[in-house]
């Protein structure tokens, strides 16, 4: 099992700067694939960035360019630095891991609330 907080969200303007993190424990945090999810109201839970334990990363479409994660394998977190944010990055953002192939271990943290306006 592992258990997951997130942390760093809050109010920003547009264009501004925010740094998300997550600290996991409870398991070998090495093990998995980490992942950062974000929804916004009335809509579904979409994939924002994911970093494999090697440092192999993926992102949605509509943040490449301005959002970068990483991880720490050694401190067991890992963090999201969205840059230019935009209106509608305005979601709440969890932090998630993942491993497995025939049965798959899936943990959700608690997520932390991003609002863009002016």
């Known amino acids: 099992q592992v258990q997951l907080v997130e942390s760093g969200g809050g109010l920003v303007q547009p264009g501004g700067s925010l740094r998300l993190s997550c600290a996991a424990s409870?398991?070998?945090?090495?093990?998995?694939?980490m992942g950062w999810y974000r929804q916004a109201p009335g809509k579904q839970r979409d994939l924002v960035a994911s970093i494999t334990s090697s440092g192999s990363t993926n992102y949605a479409d509509s943040v490449k360019g301005r959002f970068t994660i990483s991880r720490d394998n050694s401190e067991s977190t890992v963090s999201l630095q969205m840059s230019n944010l935009k209106p509608e990055d305005t979601a709440l953002y969890y932090c998630n891991a993942r491993k497995g192939w025939r049965i798959v271990y899936e943990y959700w943290g608690q997520g932390t609330q991003v609002t863009v306006s002016s």
């Open positions: 409870g398991s070998i945090f090495s093990t998995y694939v």
